[in-house]
């Protein structure tokens, strides 16, 4: 016996799959083909639907080093040679960027899982920097940047003491 059969007000109702509720819901259909533009407009620009990370959002993919003296910035860039990237640096951003090319055409490709194009990753720095001393070097595919920082940025580390409860002088 099925479980509708024991309600009375339906059991003499005309019952039709969920499905087709769906499709005569307006507000279904407006649902599907919402959910359907914002995955063809995700899907236009590279990036995963919402919800999952797209891993080209932040390629390349960086290291900071921050010491007393400088601060170093690391640049996985692999099949990438030096004339292939660029390095800017201006307003406190570092702005690594260039293009990665195929090396065969389209037609010949049955698969890939390899990313070509352009590229950019800014990098805002939190330091004031010497611009006229950075440093970058290219080898096995890693892009170095050694940014010096300025003098009058370097912090003084100054203790503080701490007051127990009780200790505190009365005026």
Same mark, same amino acid.
């Given at each position: 016996?099925? $479980? /509708? %059969?024991?309600?009375?007000?339906? /059991?003499?109702?005309?019952?039709?799959?969920?499905?087709?509720?769906? =499709?005569?819901?307006? #507000?279904?259909?407006?649902? /599907?083909?919402?959910?359907? +533009? #914002?995955? %063809?407009?995700? /899907? *236009?620009?590279? @990036?995963?639907?919402?919800?999952? @990370?797209?891993?080209?959002?932040?390629?390349?993919?960086? =290291?900071?080093?921050?010491?007393?003296? %400088?601060?170093?910035?690391?640049?996985?860039?692999? *099949? +990438?040679?030096?004339?292939?990237?660029?390095?800017? $640096?201006?307003?406190g951003v570092l702005?690594?960027? *260039?293009?990665?090319?195929?090396?065969?055409?389209?037609?010949?490709?049955?698969?890939?899982?390899?990313?070509?194009?352009?590229?950019?990753?800014?990098?805002? +720095?939190?330091?004031?920097?010497?611009?006229?001393?950075?440093?970058?070097? #290219?080898?096995?595919?890693?892009?170095?940047?050694?940014?010096?920082?300025?003098?009058?940025?370097?912090?003084?580390?100054?203790r503080i003491a701490?007051?127990?409860?009780?200790?505190?002088?009365?005026?």
């Open positions: 016996m099925n $479980m /509708r %059969d024991l309600i009375p007000w339906g /059991r003499n109702q005309q019952t039709t799959p969920s499905r087709y509720r769906d =499709e005569a819901d307006p #507000f279904m259909t407006l649902h /599907r083909e919402m959910n359907r +533009l #914002f995955d %063809d407009v995700f /899907r *236009g620009f590279d @990036m995963a639907p919402l919800g999952s @990370m797209n891993r080209m959002a932040t390629w390349p993919h960086v =290291e900071v080093v921050d010491n007393d003296k %400088d601060v170093r910035i690391s640049a996985e860039l692999p *099949g +990438l040679e030096d004339k292939d990237v660029e390095v800017l $640096m201006g307003d702005t690594i960027r *260039g293009e990665k090319k195929s090396a065969i055409d389209d037609k010949e490709r049955a698969f890939s899982e390899r990313h070509y194009g352009r590229f950019e990753r800014r990098i805002p +720095l939190a330091w004031e920097v010497e611009e006229d001393k950075i440093d970058a070097s #290219f080898r096995n595919g890693v892009l170095t940047v050694t940014l010096p920082k300025a003098a009058e940025t370097r912090p003084e580390v100054k701490i007051n127990r409860a009780g200790d505190e002088t009365k005026h």
